[in-house]
């Protein structure tokens, strides 16, 4: 039986590490990636943007606090969109985000690993450290996989294995 299609943002692995409150600049919903504005607030995370961390909570508008898990050793679950996360051999390979909107109905995020961006090069937003250890989890179509963000605001990436 293939892996379930459910796209629901990220959602930190282990214990979370360090979290920090900032304003948010437009609706940010729990599981999504988020940056850093030059303006000091955060907002959900583009394709190749570089990443501060992950919300927590749900802003519904600008000005909303939300928590922030800010630390750039954090590790994150998030869903593969399609079936190139098929083999051992993607750990240690770079990818960026799929920066799909939040659903405002049910005030959670859909973002996911965009896993055709696969490879080796240094411009992946995360880097894949493993498959999530789960009976209803495996390699293939949508694949829940464990990351730590590789293009982090507080800290320089690196190339990738």
């Not at 240690?92 to 659903?103: E, F, H, K, P, Q």
Request: proline share 3%; net charge negative.
């Amino acid at each position: 039986m293939g892996n379930a299609d459910t796209p629901r943002g990220f959602t930190p692995y282990g214990a979370l590490k360090q979290v920090a409150v900032f304003e948010a600049g437009s609706v940010v919903a729990p599981g999504e990636f988020v940056s850093l504005a030059s303006d000091g607030q955060v907002d959900a995370s583009a394709a190749g943007a570089t990443i501060l961390g992950l919300a927590l909570d749900y802003a519904a508008a600008a000005g909303d606090k939300v928590r922030v898990a800010i630390d750039p050793n954090q590790l994150y679950v998030g869903q593969a969109d399609e079936t190139e996360i098929d083999a051992q051999t993607d750990v240690g390979n770079l990818c960026d985000i799929v920066a799909t909107g939040d659903s405002t109905t049910y005030k959670a995020a859909r973002m996911e690993i965009d896993s055709s961006t696969i490879g080796t090069g240094s411009g992946g937003q995360l880097v894949i450290l493993g498959l999530e250890s789960r009976p209803d989890n495996a390699f293939g179509g949508f694949a829940d996989v464990i990351v730590r963000i590789n293009e982090h605001q507080l800290v320089t990436g690196f190339a990738g294995v």
